[in-house]
């Protein structure tokens, strides 16, 4: 592999403001290659690709240099070298790389020691905390969200199958394959570009996780019902579940962000489906609307996002336990407030792309304690592997 001194200064520069400026790293990648407009293709995924596996990997690459962590230029070229090293790529002879040239990385590797939180690069706080909560799952779990995360596309059913959509990938010179244990999903190899594809552009795939994909068929919507999707952001799931109920019933997606619902009447447009409408929660009164009006509520609330840290590994680093337990506040408020919305004899599904415990069970647990009206039908983990991220699904229904 062929190294270039701008682009790996332009590592080091990313490094340098996401981690001292607290800014997530793919913004700060975003901003860096807008402004060098100059670098090809190539240059582009090298500073992408670097960037976000010095990220992932941030604690476990200073303990091997055996250094505290610092956003010093100086220091970072060290943590570069050694991150080389540690994959086995080459170091140029530059004079930024001879402090760090003699550096013997193999007599550190052999004293790792055996702590998930250093192996696997988690904080201290949050690998405390994953153990006290996931007991001996969590050194796996961990190992999996360590690992950089699969392209996968769901299939638009209103539009297409799943055999049209891989040969139109072929014919884009893209490899992907059908994934088992589903009719829609499918895995992309690498991370090709797909806006130019005509067929993406029509609507006839999303880009949406395997695991996520598991949630629409877990709410058991059917044809004609009434649905909320009480936090839809941009609709992944809202789309999904248009397609399982044939494009017919309704679908009220809502959201405190305006914008996200903006994106999402663009994606249904794009996707032929005319049965959902968005409604902002601008103010409390939005929810007495609906009071008894759904058969199906899903509740996707906000959440710490680390079952998906693979695919944003950044999460480690800026998420703090303050965060945590505001989120946590933030959700017990939803599943209470909005509950009203579902009739008797409907389901609510509360889900997130969370791992831990408290944001998960212990949350449908407090729920199911303050409201007997409420009987758990099932609940679901679906832990990260190599095509899914981790995801939580609780289903209960609302005795009549
Ligand atoms: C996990 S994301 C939803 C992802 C979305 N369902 C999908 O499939 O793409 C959670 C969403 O909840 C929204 N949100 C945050 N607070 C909310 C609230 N009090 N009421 C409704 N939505 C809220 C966020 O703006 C965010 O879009």
Not at 126 to 133: C, H, K, L, N, W
Not at 227 to 234: P, R, S, W
Not at 365 to 377: D, G, I, M, Q, V
């Given at each position: 592999?062929?190294?270039f001194?701008n682009t790996?200064a332009g590592?080091?520069e990313a490094?340098?403001?996401?981690?001292?400026?607290?800014?997530?790293?793919?913004?700060?990648v975003e901003r860096l290659l807008r402004r060098n407009k100059k670098w090809g293709s190539r240059d582009r995924s090298f500073v992408a690709?670097?960037?976000?596996?010095?990220?992932?990997?941030?604690?476990?690459?200073?303990?091997?240099?055996?250094?505290?962590?610092?956003?010093?230029?100086?220091?970072?070229?060290?943590?570069?070298?050694?991150?080389?090293?540690?994959?086995?790529?080459?170091?140029?002879?530059?004079?930024?790389?001879?402090?760090?040239?003699?550096?013997?990385?193999?007599?550190?590797?052999?004293?790792?020691?055996?702590?998930?939180?250093?192996?696997?690069?988690?904080?201290?706080?949050?690998?405390?905390?994953?153990?006290?909560?996931?007991?001996?799952?969590?050194?796996?779990?961990?190992?999996?969200?360590?690992?950089?995360?699969?392209?996968?596309?769901?299939?638009?059913?209103?539009?297409?199958?799943?055999?049209?959509?891989?040969?139109?990938?072929?014919?884009?010179?893209?490899?992907?394959?059908?994934?088992?244990?589903?009719?829609?999903?499918?895995?992309?190899?690498?991370?090709?570009?797909?806006?130019?594809?005509?067929?993406?552009?029509?609507?006839?795939?999303?880009?949406?996780?395997?695991?996520?994909?598991?949630?629409?068929?877990?709410?058991?919507?059917?044809?004609?019902?009434?649905?909320?999707?009480?936090?839809?952001?941009?609709?992944?799931?809202?789309?999904?579940?248009?397609?399982?109920?044939?494009?017919?019933?309704?679908?009220?997606?809502?959201?405190?962000?305006?914008?996200?619902?903006?994106?999402?009447?663009?994606?249904?447009?794009?996707?032929?489906?005319?049965?959902?409408?968005?409604?902002?929660?601008?103010?409390?009164?939005?929810?007495?609307?609906?009071?008894?009006?759904?058969?199906?509520?899903?509740?996707?609330?906000?959440?710490?996002?680390?079952?998906?840290?693979?695919?944003?590994?950044?999460?480690?680093?800026?998420?703090?336990?303050?965060?945590?337990?505001?989120?946590?506040?933030?959700?017990?408020?939803?599943?209470?407030?909005?509950?009203?919305?579902?009739?008797?004899?409907?389901?609510?599904?509360?889900?997130?792309?969370?791992?831990?415990?408290?944001?998960?069970?212990?949350?449908?647990?407090?729920?199911?304690?303050?409201?007997?009206?409420?009987?758990?039908?099932?609940?679901?983990?679906?832990?990260?592997?190599?095509?899914?991220?981790?995801?939580?699904?609780?289903?209960?229904?609302?005795?009549?």
């Amino acid at each position: 592999m062929r190294m270039f001194p701008n682009t790996v200064a332009g590592v080091i520069e990313a490094l340098e403001t996401s981690f001292g400026m607290d800014i997530y790293a793919d913004k700060v990648v975003e901003r860096l290659l807008r402004r060098n407009k100059k670098w090809g293709s190539r240059d582009r995924s090298f500073v992408a690709e670097h960037t976000y596996e010095i990220v992932r990997n941030w604690r476990l690459l200073w303990w091997l240099l055996d250094e505290e962590p610092s956003t010093k230029r100086k220091t970072l070229w060290k943590l570069v070298g050694v991150y080389f090293m540690w994959r086995g790529i080459e170091l140029p002879d530059w004079p930024k790389f001879d402090s760090i040239r003699d550096f013997n990385i193999a007599d550190r590797l052999a004293s790792l020691p055996s702590d998930v939180g250093i192996i696997e690069s988690f904080p201290e706080w949050f690998d405390e905390m994953s153990t006290a909560q996931l007991g001996d799952q969590w050194p796996a779990i961990a190992h999996e969200l360590n690992s950089p995360a699969s392209v996968i596309l769901r299939v638009n059913t209103a539009k297409s199958n799943r055999k049209e959509v891989l040969s139109i990938l072929e014919q884009s010179n893209i490899s992907a394959k059908a994934l088992d244990n589903s009719e829609i999903a499918i895995a992309l190899e690498g991370r090709p570009r797909l806006n130019h594809i005509e067929a993406f552009q029509n609507g006839l795939f999303e880009v949406q996780d395997a695991g996520s994909q598991e949630i629409g068929p877990y709410v058991e919507v059917e044809p004609g019902m009434n649905v909320i999707d009480a936090c839809a952001g941009a609709g992944g799931k809202t789309l999904h579940m248009a397609n399982l109920m044939n494009n017919h019933g309704s679908i009220v997606s809502m959201d405190i962000e305006d914008r996200k619902l903006g994106e999402l009447l663009k994606r249904a447009e794009r996707a032929g489906i005319d049965i959902v409408e968005t409604d902002p929660i601008s103010d409390r009164r939005i929810i007495d609307k609906y009071e008894n009006w759904a058969d199906r509520l899903l509740l996707d609330v906000p959440c710490s996002g680390t079952g998906v840290i693979k695919r944003d590994p950044d999460t480690k680093w800026k998420l703090k336990p303050e965060h945590l337990e505001r989120t946590i506040e933030i959700q017990r408020d939803i599943v209470d407030r909005y509950e009203k919305m579902l009739k008797p004899g409907g389901k609510l599904i509360y889900a997130t792309c969370s791992i831990l415990k408290s944001e998960n069970e212990d949350q449908v647990r407090e729920f199911l304690s303050h409201h007997p009206e409420y009987e758990l039908e099932d609940e679901q983990r679906v832990n990260p592997s190599e095509f899914s991220d981790g995801f939580y699904m609780a289903r209960m229904i609302k005795k009549g």
